[in-house]
């Protein structure tokens, strides 16, 4: 297998400005046309990368936070953010500026999947990203992340169906057919559709569901609906030159305010076109709003299906909409908002912000250093009115065995005198655990319970950390309790790097909160060694435990 690829990486920078036959009748640039350039964008910068033709696998749910107006400039920032041997991650953004008021507004960021397509039956394995900036690394850490969410997520959304199939929940009287919003329409892919190899552009593809899922949604609300998310567009094979596809589009389910159309799409070369022998390519849901003239939301009507496959339909509308909103919730948390709860919709999204939140905490700048004691150094981090703390210590263990170690909270108490109790709640998977954690009384003071989430992650290659992330979650079956008071970790867990086959680095960090601020108080003002004892203990608890391997 061949090795291809720019060592920088790719990266690119597409501006367009707004004209009127990119846009719709209200005057805004169309979804279908956003598409286009964001594939176009996300699909050089992939190709710039690894030195041959790509197509696009698939893009994650996306998200349109700003509309475009005709004369507006249109900006796309494309990055590989990660090579996958043969498939990348690029991270997509975009950007709207107004050249009268110089205002620039993020309309959408987003992260497509694109695969290496050489010329012939060749593979070639891609090489890895050149990582010069920050960003750049912690693009590269949670792309793995990401890439877990999409190779997990048709397993979350099953077990999300079979809990919605218990639910008959839509209502007959006054309900609409959902007969009556089915849209079917044909296209023929000529040479401008493809490109230099007759592979049809995913965007064109996109851009084409749009068009047909937008009449579809429109037959519902007799208004001009106005698409605002996208629930992933995964590309089953490929298309060419030449095939005929086939859009077939209708309304699975209506939400209050919002609808999602779901799209299929076949292909056809003239052989397939005969004998009425399809090939899927592709399906995507797409989700509209409606406004009146005010610019006010209008609800849409419930809807009956009338089938086995509109009633599956129906009901997967509503696992994809728990997911999302799971997702949305995750991405807009605040540092200051109470611990979220852990559902089958968000359970992969928790997971993700967990080792989000502790990569970006250790990746901020401006960390200063604080005390040293032989192996242990400790560092603050002050950022508007959040404190942070990292201690960084030096262990005669492999990286390996620490990890191990670090990763099973039930050892905790062996060293760390601020754990009294550490139970097992659920052990959701080899990676994700859920503790009950209490923690003894300080003078005048309940102890302190915790529900937390502990997620690990082995390095993918030798410079890449081990990680252990914490933070607080919300079970049902754990609610507080009298005797004791409910704490919160919102940011918390280890990187550990190995330095030898024998010795290791171990950073902890913890982004403070109550619970953790008086020792950190104390330790601050010479009162109290308390942080440093602790990272004593640990050393000598993961260097004694390590001998016996």
């Known amino acids: 297998m061949e090795r291809r690829g720019a060592a920088a990486g790719g990266d690119v920078c597409m501006c367009q400005t707004v004209l ?51 004369g507006q400039i249109i900006t796309i920032k494309a990055k590989v953010n990660r090579a996958f041997k043969t498939s990348m991650e690029v991270g997509i953004k975009v950007t709207v500026q107004d050249v009268v008021t110089d205002v620039e507004k993020t309309v959408s960021v987003a992260y497509a999947t694109y695969v290496a397509k050489p010329v012939g039956a060749g593979k070639i394995e891609l090489e890895p990203v050149k990582l010069l900036s920050t960003d750049d690394h912690l693009e590269h850490t949670l792309a793995i992340e990401r890439r877990r969410i999409r190779l997990g997520y048709e397993q979350v959304f099953q077990n999300l ?3 919605s199939n218990k639910e008959d929940t839509f209502e007959e009287e006054d309900a609409v057919s959902t007969d009556l919003t089915h849209v079917q329409s044909i296209e023929l892919v000529q040479p401008p559709h493809a490109n230099h190899h007759g592979n049809t552009f995913g965007g064109q593809i996109m851009a084409w569901m749009e068009t047909v899922a937008s009449i579809s949604a429109s037959r519902l609300c007799h208004s001009y609906p106005v698409l605002k998310s996208v629930n992933m567009f995964k590309f089953w094979g490929p298309s060419v030159v030449g095939d005929r596809l086939v859009f077939n589009a209708i309304v699975n389910n209506t939400f209050q305010n919002s609808v999602e159309v779901g799209v299929r799409v076949e292909a056809y070369n003239c052989e397939e076109w005969i004998k009425d022998q399809a090939r899927h390519i592709n399906s995507a849901f797409l989700i509209f709003n409606s406004l009146n003239d005010k610019g006010e939301l209008l609800t849409f009507p419930r809807i009956k299906p009338t089938t086995k496959d509109g009633m599956r339909r129906y009901h997967g509308a509503i696992a994809r909409r728990r997911i999302r909103l799971a997702r949305k919730c995750m991405l ?9 709860p852990w559902e089958r919709s968000n359970q992969a999204y928790l997971s993700y912000s967990n080792i989000a939140a502790l990569t970006h905490l250790a990746a901020k700048p401006g960390w200063e250093i604080t005390s040293t004691l032989d192996n242990i150094k400790i560092w603050t981090h002050e950022e508007g009115d959040v404190l942070s703390l990292k201690v960084e210590m030096q262990v005669k263990t492999p990286s390996h065995l620490a990890f191990s170690l670090l990763s099973d909270f039930t050892f905790r108490q062996q060293w760390d005198k601020h754990f009294l109790t550490c139970e097992v709640l659920q052990a959701v998977n080899e990676d994700e655990k859920i503790y009950h954690v209490t923690s003894p009384p300080m003078p005048g003071h309940k102890p302190k319970d915790f529900v937390v989430l ?31 008071c409910r704490s919160e970790i919102l940011c918390a867990g280890f990187q550990i790097y190995s330095d030898s086959n024998s010795s290791c680095t171990v950073h902890y960090f913890n982004q403070v909160t109550s619970g953790v601020m008086p020792y950190l108080a104390a330790n601050l003002t010479g009162s109290s060694k308390s942080i440093e004892d602790t990272a004593l203990e640990c050393i000598k608890f993961l260097e004694l435990k390590g001998s016996k391997y």
Do not use: N
Not at 332 to 340: Q, V
């Open 20 to 70: 009127p036959a990119h846009a719709d009748h209200r005057g805004d640039l169309s979804a279908g046309q956003l598409l286009k350039w964001m594939d176009a964008a996300a699909c050089l910068a992939a190709e710039k990368h690894a030195g041959v033709s790509c197509v696009t696998a698939s893009m994650d749910d996306i998200q349109f936070e700003e509309a475009a107006r005709v």
């Open 161 to 163: 169906m079979q809990e």
């Open 332 to 340: 807009s948390a605040k540092e200051d908002k109470l611990s979220d």
């Open 454 to 484: 502990v997620s690990q992650r082995q390095p993918c290659k030798p410079s890449e950390p081990y990680i252990v992330a914490v933070k607080s979650v919300t079970l049902m079956s754990m609610p507080p309790y009298s005797e004791y």
